[in-house]
């Protein structure tokens, strides 16, 4: 069966039930005629119902009731307060029964608790509250109903019981004969319900069976602290009379108990003690029950309003953490791109802009050669001229402006020359300008992401005199798996190994200078494809044997922002981030671990794994 369906049948009858169980008396008390259905069968199936509707209820439907109870709680508290007005009115006039009222109010509590009963998600918590609430009603029940009452009612029947020792005593003590005496207190106790036995000399005289069966009812004598024995044993004409006098007040407590859950059908019911609707409705049978439900709904209620306030302040305790975390997550990411543009930043202005200026230095050196060296020759071939003739003639002088007129072409030519390899080195940044600040991906083969590595590896890296450590590139893929496909970013994914390079080289560098005896340095790039989680991925190996990262760092490092290992830097490292955030732009995934080479030297590895892909983009 749908859940949805379930539920809502369950609900339906609940309230049907409801509506049943407060028809009945309604109608009693309107028209003095009581319908033929029992009565304690309805309010048990109602009761039964409404517990199992607080385990169904749904969300869509018992929110909106409960926010509606929430959103108008002062003036339904108004209301209910004049309704137990009303209620205590009609008790005391004697028009209704305080029984119905208290059952009447049982049912507003319980039909309370179904609303609240909707945003538990615990119910293995809400079945404990269930259970804990019928423990708390049947302790109530039995220190305050079977306890307390039937000692209420025991005292009543105490009354009943002078009244009836006394009345016999007068007759065994009159001056009637023996018969008519026997007569009239078979006439008198026939009132009783008790078990009443009069004994003469110690042989039973007479004895009166109790009228309440005794398999249901404990049969006990009734017993007061003022009790006096010359009323129930006592000497007349030479004869002892003895008096006994037991009532069937109590219940055994099995059946007391069961009675109390059940409205009085069980187990009544199964020895026939209350099939008649209309003497189960007169003697107000379901009053055994309305003490032990109402204390079980009362504490109920309580129970479901801990619960729902409890879940919804962790309900809100988890957004608020959620939030934080995203607030957090969100700063973090904020970082990382930042420092990300921050490092394309530097790394254009260290290779661009610093060419640019050797460029221009370059020029003004140039510029300067230019100058001097036409300028000193044109001053040579004046002076030789001069000293030659003190006197110029006008060819001599046309010869000197045609001299100085080829000075100033040589020096617009070497200008223009100078200006136009200028504006091709710019023209050059500019679209080396556009390639460091893309990181749009591409479908690459693994043979040119490789090689395009390899490429653009500085030269002193494989120089042991100029960089001080040897260098190794071990390419472990094979042929056939040059051919397959990642979705990269070439110049990014360079980027990415060229810090992590710099970071092995400083490593190297600093244990260099820090420890005489480290005499074999070694960097090592390793290439491989490799199996992760029966996915394809390109490896990109970084090892240094510099002693291994810090073991506090190990899990953070190009995951959370983490200290430069500059320590001339006092901010978070920009490189770190710069490598996760692209390498997260890529799918790519970074693994920092510590390990032990083949020369028991601690090594520091960084593996960078990138999904394969076939052409449509799918991973392989």
């Not at 006096?228 to 069937?248: E, N, V, W």
Request: contains cysteine; glycine residues 4%.
């Amino acid at each position: 069966m749908d859940y949805k369906l379930f539920s809502n049948l369950i609900r339906l009858l609940t309230i049907l039930s409801i509506i049943v169980s407060f028809a009945i008396p309604i109608y009693k008390y309107s028209t003095g005629v009581i319908i033929n259905i029992h009565y304690g069968i309805v309010l048990f199936i109602t009761t039964i119902l409404g517990i199992v509707t607080t385990f169904f209820s749904q969300k869509n439907v018992t929110k909106v009731v409960l926010h509606w109870f929430v959103r108008y709680r002062n003036i339904l508290s108004i209301g209910y307060i004049l309704i137990i007005i009303l209620a205590g009115f009609l008790v005391v006039n004697s028009i209704i029964s305080y029984d119905f009222i208290v059952l009447c109010i049982t049912f507003l509590i319980f039909a309370i608790s179904i609303f609240f009963s909707n945003n538990i998600a615990r119910r293995k918590t809400q079945v404990i509250t269930v259970t804990l609430s019928l423990l708390i009603a049947t302790l109530v029940w039995t220190l305050f109903s079977y306890m307390f009452y039937y000692s209420g009612v025991k005292s009543a029947v105490y009354q009943n019981q002078v009244v009836l020792f006394h009345s016999v005593k007068s007759l065994l003590t009159s001056d009637l004969s023996e018969d008519i005496k026997l007569n009239k207190i078979k006439d008198i106790i026939k009132s009783t319900s008790g078990e009443f036995s009069i004994s003469k000399d110690g042989q039973e005289l007479i004895k009166k069976e109790s009228s309440r069966p005794t398999n249901i009812y404990i049969l006990e004598p009734i017993h007061s602290k003022f009790d006096i024995d010359d009323y129930h044993d006592f000497m007349y004409d030479g004869s002892r009379y003895q008096l006994d006098f037991k009532y069937a007040n109590k219940p055994y407590y099995s059946w007391g108990i069961i009675r109390a859950i059940t409205f009085s059908i069980l187990p009544d019911m199964l020895y026939g003690y209350s099939l008649d609707a209309d003497d189960y409705f007169e003697k107000q049978n379901y009053a055994r029950s309305t003490s032990f439900w109402g204390v079980f709904w009362v504490f109920y209620l309580i129970g479901l309003i801990w619960q729902y306030y409890r879940d919804r302040q962790n309900q809100q305790t988890k957004e608020l953490l959620k939030l934080n975390m995203e607030r957090k997550a969100a700063l973090d990411n904020l970082q990382i791109a930042y420092s990300a543009y921050d490092h394309m930043h530097d790394e254009f202005d260290k290779v661009a802009l610093r060419d640019t200026r050797q460029q221009l230095q370059e020029l003004n050196l140039s510029w300067s050669e230019i100058i001097e060296n036409i300028l000193a020759d044109s001053r040579h071939t004046l002076k030789n001229k001069l000293q030659d003739q003190p006197l110029m003639t006008n060819e001599e002088i046309n010869r000197l402006d045609s001299s100085m007129r080829l000075f100033e072409h040589e020096i617009e030519q070497g200008i223009n020359q100078r200006l136009n390899n200028f504006r091709d080195i710019i023209l050059t940044h500019q679209k080396e300008l556009f390639k460091t600040l893309d990181y749009k991906l591409r479908k690459e083969s693994i043979k040119t992401i490789v090689n395009h590595i390899n490429d653009n590896i500085p030269c002193n890296y494989f120089d042991k005199n100029r960089s001080g450590f040897s260098f190794n590139i071990q390419n472990n893929i094979f042929i056939s798996n040059n051919t397959l496909i990642c979705e990269v970013n070439l110049n990014r994914l360079f980027s990415i190994v060229e810090n992590l390079l710099k970071n092995a080289n400083n490593a190297l560098a600093h244990r260099i200078l820090s420890d005489e005896s480290f005499d074999n340095p070694a960097l090592l790039l390793i290439y491989d494809v490799k199996n992760i989680n029966e996915k394809m991925a390109l490896s990109i190996v970084v090892q240094d044997n510099a002693g291994g990262f810090p073991e506090e760092l190990i899990n953070k490092i190009y995951k959370v922002p983490v200290k430069s290992s500059d320590t001339t830097q006092s901010r978070m490292g920009k490189g770190s981030q710069y490598v996760k955030f692209f390498s997260d732009r890529m799918n790519a995934t970074i693994q920092v671990r510590n390990i032990i080479n083949e020369y028991g030297e601690k090594c520091a590895q960084v593996e960078v794994l990138i999904p394969i892909v076939s052409e449509e983009g799918e991973l392989v």
